[in-house]
Every structure is written in structure tokens, then in C-alpha cells.
């Protein structure tokens, strides 16, 4: 790998060799070598996942909870997968293990009713992830569903540790990014385009803003975001909640689910049909 420190708890870094086309960051571990079911402290999480299924293009996301005991209680697990939405069903309870030295927690997440691990009527997403210094976990699938990669991150609205209030990201200028899930080789077709920009949010709707699209050699630079087809709800008692970008130059719709992880950023899932993305959102200012 060749690698570039940010700073002292995080790098960016990518494959140089002839076995992978990897990249990807490592962010510092939390201190010590004894780690427990608590590791994953009492609180919701934030998260999204993406790559590949046998489908095409995978991107998930969602919110869960965790008792800080060793089960993942309940939340909420929206999957756009070759662009079928699941309609972003229910978590139920399911247990998760911590290795004692490592830190790394086996999770499983279940929708539907029934027995966990795995029952007839529920569906399991099963993901090795280590935590980070930040409060945060880095997350791969190890499935069969889909291959994927991504991140959870502790829901500082709601967390005891954290300032409470009411989740809400609105009344800012913001910044975002999404980026296009799947590897297709030599198949333009399936190919996902990345955008980023800036909206405008007051306390109910998107006033303005604009994105820089890339479609995989069709390219718009900063294409005007009109308030007509463009909203954001309110968000849930979890942090989810979701919103429409309507681009107007050319026209381009996102029909998005985010999930706060605090009054200052959020995780992004597109649920379009033509569209498999995910991102993030951040408060400018």
C-alpha cells in the first residue's frame, strides 16, 4: 500500500501491488488490548454499506441500537439493491460478540420476526467490524448477500454522553457527496455516477443549492437545485428521515433517506431505481 497521513488517528491508502484494486482509510484504535460487550456502548448507531450483490450496484444504511450488552435491540435497514428498495423494514433483536483482545464484534443485523441467527422468515446481514477511537466502528459484510463495506457511527443526539435535543440538521448551509456503489468491468450500462454540491435547508424545506454531476462521461457542473420537487421531513425519534433533490439544469431527481449522527452531519442512502448511491451530509456553516 501507499498511504498519506491526515493526522495522528487517521490515513488514507491504496493497493500498489498486482493481487487487488483496493482503497480505502484506517482511523486509530481505541486504547488498551480488553474489550467487552460495552465496547459498543449503550446508544443508536448511524450506518451505511456498500458495493456489490449478485443483483448488480448494493447500497444499505440505517440506524440500530445497541443495550451495550451484547444485543443489537432494534432499528431500521433500508437496502437499494441493482435498484429494488426494500422499503426499509424493522430490525429485531439479535445478540452481538466482542473479542475480548481484538475488539472486533460480530454483528448481525435481522429483519423479519423469528429466531437469530437465522430462521425461515427473517433475513440476516452479518458484518465483522472494529471499533475506532472515535466512538465509530469500520464495518465488512461477510455474508452471502452482498460484498460491502462501510461504517457505524454513535448517534450523538440521542447518546447520554452526547448533548440531547431534537434530531434535526435544518436551518444551514450544507455540503454533500455521493458517491456511486458497485465494480462492473467493461459495462457502461451499470455504471453509477457520483455528484456533490450544497444545499440550502430552512426549518422545513430546501431553499437552493447546487450539484456537480459526473454520469460516467456526461458531466454538469454545478446544476441549480430548485425549491419545486425538493423537501425534506422531519426526522424520526432515531435520526431517519428523508429527503428530495430536484436538479433543474439538467433536470435530476435523488430521492434520499439520511440518518443524523449529530445536529451537524448525516449519512445518505439514494432509493432511486436508476440510481444506487450513498454519501454523506455535513453542516457548513
Do not use: W
Not at 452482498?146 to 447518546?159: H, I, M, P, S
Request: hydrophobic share 40%; aromatic share 8%.
Amino acid at each position: 500500500y501507499a498511504f498519506d497521513i491526515v493526522d495522528s488517528a487517521h490515513m488514507r491508502f491504496v493497493e500498489i501491488d498486482g493481487n487487488a484494486c483496493v482503497a480505502g482509510r484506517a482511523v486509530g484504535a481505541p486504547t488498551g488490548n480488553s474489550f467487552s460487550a460495552a465496547t459498543l456502548v449503550s446508544a443508536n448507531y448511524s450506518f451505511t454499506n456498500g458495493g456489490n450483490s449478485p443483483a448488480g450496484a448494493y447500497a444499505g444504511g440505517g440506524v440500530f441500537g445497541s443495550n451495550g450488552s451484547g444485543t443489537i435491540t432494534s432499528g431500521t435497514f433500508d437496502i437499494n439493491n441493482a435498484g429494488t428498495y426494500n422499503s426499509g423494514p424493522a430490525l429485531s433483536a439479535c445478540p452481538y460478540t466482542v473479542d475480548p483482545t481484538t475488539g472486533r464484534m460480530d454483528l448481525k443485523l435481522l429483519t423479519g420476526t423469528g429466531a437469530c441467527p437465522a430462521s425461515a422468515s427473517v433475513s440476516v446481514s452479518e458484518f465483522a467490524a472494529y471499533p475506532t477511537s472515535e466512538g465509530s466502528a469500520l464495518m465488512l459484510e461477510i455474508d452471502a448477500n452482498a460484498v460491502t463495506t462501510g461504517a457505524a457511527y454513535q448517534q450523538c443526539f440521542v447518546a447520554s454522553a452526547c448533548s440531547s435535543g431534537t434530531a434535526a440538521i435544518t436551518g444551514a448551509s450544507t455540503s454533500l457527496g455521493l458517491i456511486g456503489e458497485g465494480t462492473f468491468h467493461k459495462n457502461p450500462s451499470a455504471y453509477q455516477q457520483n455528484a456533490v454540491g450544497q444545499i440550502a435547508l430552512s426549518s422545513t424545506s430546501i431553499t437552493g443549492g447546487d450539484l456537480d454531476i459526473n454520469n460516467f462521461n456526461a458531466v454538469f457542473p454545478a446544476d441549480p437545485v430548485g425549491t419545486s420537487g425538493s423537501s425534506i421531513g422531519t426526522a424520526s425519534s432515531t435520526g431517519r428521515g428523508t429527503f428530495v433533490i430536484a436538479a433543474t439544469n439538467p433536470t435530476a431527481t435523488y430521492n434520499l433517506i439520511y440518518y443524523l449522527i449529530d445536529d451537524n452531519s448525516a449519512l445518505l442512502l439514494d432509493k432511486d431505481a436508476s440510481l444506487v448511491l450513498r454519501g454523506a451530509l455535513a453542516r457548513q456553516f
